[in-house]
């Protein structure tokens, strides 16, 4: 199966310096291929995977700066226009000690949030594929109108849906229910993965585990919670579990939950023909165990390299 992944490509700036140690310096930013859907299709390309993005990029140096990039990575950028009033959002990301990062977002009238329903044509929705979207594209009323028509259709024409949560508060106006407007999409999706600090986040700690068991009493099969270096915790129709993460030499973690995406999502698209299969599939406790494993093995690599799209393995930098 292809993989599409829908949502924002965009600039990650990253600081040449640890602002913790001496607030005071002259910092320098070094220009990186970014965005959370567009690591995930990159991700899928690299491992040999059939991957296309659908989204928008500024008419601007960036927005060819990430075209190119796509394409040299071996990201089909059929389905990726320019806006005609939005330029590429920059992410201004620095690193903690620990190589932990924080944000600063200029993505005003970002071109990524450029999407009318019109883009959504038969040739991106009919075809039965993996989908991989974030919450981000529910931040606002349009987008989410948007959104949820076309996961309407991607549903019905038996594709496997995943939700990244990778919630990002600076995307979300501070009036908007960002909790309930992301489960509203959630009981769409196949598969979600979220990390458990979005959840606490998002939920409140004593309701986190609530919220998952609704999720999948809703009817999604697959919920996956990473939580930096601890055991990843799954939860499906059959059974649930957790899985050691790898130790790995953290250098920057920008791109480790879409490493982790890409990887889980390669295996599903490798190994299933449809949300049908999928379920059969998701029912097999090896089949869940060994995408999970292959998967933290691609987010352990990425987090020992700096930057998104170079930091994303291919075949032969894993251990498998």
Not at 63 to 74: E, P, Q, Y
Not at 222 to 231: A, E
Request: net charge negative.
């Amino acid at each position: 199966m292809e993989v599409l992944a829908i949502g924002e490509a965009l600039i990650d700036l990253l600081s040449s310096t640890c602002l913790e140690k001496d607030p005071s310096t002259v910092v320098t930013f070094t220009q990186y291929a970014g965005g959370a859907p567009a690591n995930v299709a990159v991700a899928v390309a690299k491992l040999g995977g059939k991957s296309f993005l659908f989204g928008k990029v500024g008419k601007d140096q960036f927005g060819h700066f990430l075209i190119n990039a796509l394409k040299n990575n071996g990201v089909s950028t059929d389905f990726v226009g320019f806006s005609e009033t939005g330029k590429t959002a920059l992410a201004f990301v620095t690193l903690d000690h620990l190589g932990e990062r924080s944000f600063e977002f200029y993505d005003t009238q970002a071109a990524h949030n450029d999407i009318q329903p019109s883009d959504f044509t038969a040739e991106i929705i009919e075809p039965t594929r993996v989908v991989s979207f974030c919450s981000g594209m529910l931040a606002n009323e349009h987008q989410l109108d948007c959104t949820l028509q076309a996961l309407e259709i991607f549903k019905k024409n038996q594709s496997i849906i995943c939700l990244d949560v990778n919630f990002r508060s600076a995307f979300w106006p501070p009036t908007q229910d960002a909790a309930g407007r992301i489960s509203r999409a959630a009981i769409m999706a196949n598969i979600i993965k979220a990390s458990r600090d979005e959840l606490v986040q998002l939920y409140g700690v004593e309701h986190v585990e609530q919220v998952v068991k609704s999720w999948i009493e809703q009817g999604v099969s697959l919920v996956m919670i990473t939580d930096g270096g601890k055991p990843i915790a799954f939860y499906t129709q059959n059974f649930d579990g957790t899985y050691p993460a790898p130790k790995a030499n953290v250098v920057d973690t920008t791109a480790a939950g879409d490493a982790f995406v890409g990887g889980f999502l390669y295996r599903v698209a490798g190994e299933n023909s449809s949300s049908k299969t999928f379920v059969e599939w998701v029912a097999n406790f090896q089949h869940v165990l060994k995408a999970i494993d292959f998967a933290t093995k691609c987010g352990a690599f990425t987090v020992a390299h700096f930057g998104a799209f170079d930091s994303l393995p291919i075949m032969s930098d894993l251990d498998v």
